[in-house]
């Protein structure tokens, strides 16, 4: 167990519907990152906050995904109107962001979102 | 296209034998780390390297990073079952982590 903890584990949800991920980062780190997994493939970038201030969205990140942090702790991932394609597990992680070297971050367990 | 170029994809040997993996860029970074996940798992931190040519070791495992902080590389002495898994890197750029595709290692006993 890292500290980062991630609500739900998995979620089975039909095309069209919206979903939320909640991420409770380790409490005392001010970055939070969320990545997406597919099978067979190394976490990609899909966002990050310092704090509350969302300062890097992938192209990843269509317009149907938003994510927040309203008070610099934990943050949410929706995804409106989800797509099969949405199929992944979503990590969350966090770090000091001591903005150089040795910024390890911890990675939660993830959350699986099925979309059929 | 991935930032971190990781080789091999697959790798399967025998418990007992020793194995490389590698992990190259043509990026710099202020750091690498490596990670190991299993399937249904987020990624565990194995090791963070720093400084250019840092050598680390973890048990069995010596990790490098390349003097010119671009590349590393993951060897594991007389691999055991227990060590199969994903196993990834991740550089530090421009104060985010981008992932390598990773090695899925599988070790039979």
């Known amino acids: 167990d890292t500290g980062v903890s991630q609500d739900p584990r998995h979620k089975i949800t039909k095309r069209g519907q919206n979903v939320t991920f909640r991420c409770d980062p380790i409490s005392e780190h001010n970055r939070l990152y969320w990545y997406r997994q597919t099978l067979g493939q190394g976490p990609e970038f899909l966002t990050y906050?310092?704090?509350?201030?969302?300062?890097?969205k992938s192209r990843l990140l269509s317009d149907r995904f938003s994510a927040e942090r309203p008070k610099g702790s934990f943050s949410t991932l929706e995804i409106q109107r989800t797509e099969q394609g949405d199929s992944a597990m979503y990590l969350c992680?966090?770090?000091?962001?001591?903005?150089?070297?040795?910024?390890?971050?911890?990675f939660g367990e993830g959350s699986w979102l099925t979309v059929v | 296209t991935q930032l971190l170029e990781q080789s091999p994809q697959f790798l399967s040997i025998q418990e007992g034998e020793n194995l490389t993996v590698y992990c190259n860029s043509s990026?710099?970074?202020?750091?690498l780390q490596w990670y190991r996940q299993e399937p249904g798992e987020g990624p565990v931190l194995l090791v963070t390297?720093?400084?250019?040519?840092e050598v680390k070791k973890l048990k069995r495992l010596t990790f490098q990073f390349g003097d010119a902080r671009k590349d590393s590389s993951l060897h594991i002495t007389a691999a055991q079952p227990g060590d199969t898994g994903l196993y990834l890197c991740a550089g530090e750029d421009n104060n985010d982590m981008r992932f390598g595709a990773g090695t899925r290692l599988t070790v039979k006993p």
């Open positions: 990026s710099v970074f202020s750091s």
């Open positions: 390297v720093v400084t250019g040519g």
């Open positions: 906050f310092q704090n509350e201030a969302q300062l890097e």
């Open positions: 992680a966090s770090s000091l962001g001591t903005g150089g070297s040795g910024n390890t971050i911890y």
